[in-house]
C-alpha cells in the first residue's frame, strides 16, 4: 500500500510520501496547441479539455480563489502528484480541507475516489481526516511528545494562503462551537497590494502566480537588474497584515487566545509572525512550518 499524505492548498500543495516531503503549486493553466514540439510538453486530458499542470502551467494560470476550484480541479492536481513521485497501485490517501469548506468534506472525498484523467482511471483509498488547523495541531502534539499530556486548552490558528482557519481544542478535543473560518485574511490579502505596487512600478501587468512567485522569493530582477526596493516594499506589508490579523480579523477572539494555555500558531503565514513579540502562552510548529498540516494528516490511521 503506497501511504501518501496531500494538504491541497490554494497557493501549493504540501506532500508527504514515503518520509520525504514535497511541495507543488496548485495551479492550472489550459494547454493550447503551439505546433512546435521544443522542450518539455507533459499536458493532461480531463473532463474534455486539456490542461497543464504544477510548475509547467502558465502564468496565466486559473486563479485558486474557492471551493468550485477545489471540486473542479483536485482530482487533476491528486494525479499530476501522483505520477510526479511515480505512485502506482494501491494507494491509501490523507487530505483535509479548510475549515470554511468542511461541511463539504463527503462530496469532495466522492471526487476524490476514482480519478480519471488520460483515459486512465486511479482508485485511491480516502480519508478526510480533519479541517487545516487539526493537523498542525496533531503535529504539534506528536513533536513535544504531548500524546499522554494535551494542553488544557489549546487555540489553533492556521495561516493558509487564502483562509485563516481558528480551531480550539480542550484536552485534545475539538470544540465546534468555537471553530470559526476567516477566508479572504490569509497570506492572500498581501498579493493585490503587492501586485498593485508592482504594476504601478513597473507598468506591467502581472499575474497573481508571478507576483506570489517573486513575493515568496522576496527578489525581482528586471532587465538584468536586482530592484532593491522589493524586499523593503514586502517587510512593511508582512508587518501591515501582522497588525491587521492581530488588530482586526482575530480581535472577536482575544479573549479566548488571552484564556488559552496554548496558542498554536501554524500553516505557512506563521513565518511572517514567528519573530513577532508574542505573549507567553504562544506556540510554533517545528520548521517546516508549511508542511505541519499534512504530517499531521499522516499520523491519523
Not at 490558528?157 to 479572504?184: A, C, H, V, W
Not at 505596487?197 to 513597473?202: A, I, K, R, V
Not at 513565518?271 to 517545528?286: L, R, S, W
Amino acid at each position: 500500500m503506497n501511504n501518501i499524505s496531500i494538504d491541497i492548498g490554494y497557493s501549493s500543495s504540501k506532500i508527504l510520501f514515503a518520509g520525504q516531503y514535497y511541495k507543488v503549486p496548485t495551479a492550472i493553466s489550459f494547454a493550447n496547441d503551439t505546433g512546435i514540439e521544443f522542450g518539455e510538453n507533459s499536458t493532461y486530458e480531463f473532463e474534455g479539455e486539456k490542461y497543464y499542470v504544477g510548475e509547467q502551467a502558465s502564468d496565466e494560470s486559473f486563479v485558486t480563489t474557492d471551493f468550485k476550484f477545489l471540486m473542479k480541479f483536485s482530482p487533476l492536481i491528486v494525479f499530476h502528484i501522483f505520477k510526479k513521485l511515480g505512485i502506482a497501485g494501491d494507494i491509501s490517501l490523507n487530505t483535509g480541507l479548510a475549515l470554511t469548506d468542511w461541511a463539504k468534506r463527503e462530496e469532495f472525498k466522492e471526487r476524490l475516489q476514482f480519478l480519471k484523467v488520460n483515459d486512465e482511471t486511479v482508485a485511491t483509498n480516502i480519508k478526510v481526516v480533519g479541517p487545516q488547523g487539526s493537523g498542525a495541531y496533531n503535529a504539534y502534539i506528536l513533536e513535544n511528545s504531548l500524546q499522554e499530556n494535551h494542553p488544557d486548552t489549546c487555540a489553533v490558528i492556521d495561516i493558509g494562503y487564502r483562509t485563516i482557519n481558528f480551531l480550539y481544542f480542550e484536552k485534545g478535543i475539538p470544540s465546534q462551537t468555537k471553530m470559526k473560518g476567516f477566508p479572504g485574511h490569509g497570506v492572500v490579502s498581501i498579493m493585490k497590494p503587492f501586485g498593485n505596487y508592482l504594476e504601478t512600478t513597473y507598468g506591467m501587468n502581472f499575474s497573481e502566480q508571478e507576483a506570489l512567485k517573486i513575493f515568496m522569493n522576496k527578489q525581482l530582477m528586471m532587465g538584468g537588474v536586482i530592484q532593491e526596493d522589493i524586499p523593503d516594499v514586502i517587510d512593511d506589508l508582512k508587518n501591515k497584515f501582522i497588525q491587521k490579523l492581530m488588530n482586526s480579523v482575530l480581535v472577536s477572539e482575544k479573549k479566548t487566545l488571552m484564556l488559552s494555555e496554548k496558542v498554536l500558531l501554524a500553516g505557512g503565514g506563521a513565518y511572517y509572525i514567528q519573530d513577532v513579540p508574542m505573549p507567553p502562552n504562544t506556540v510554533f510548529n517545528k520548521d517546516p512550518k508549511e508542511f505541519s498540516n499534512v504530517y499531521g494528516y499522516s499520523l491519523v490511521q
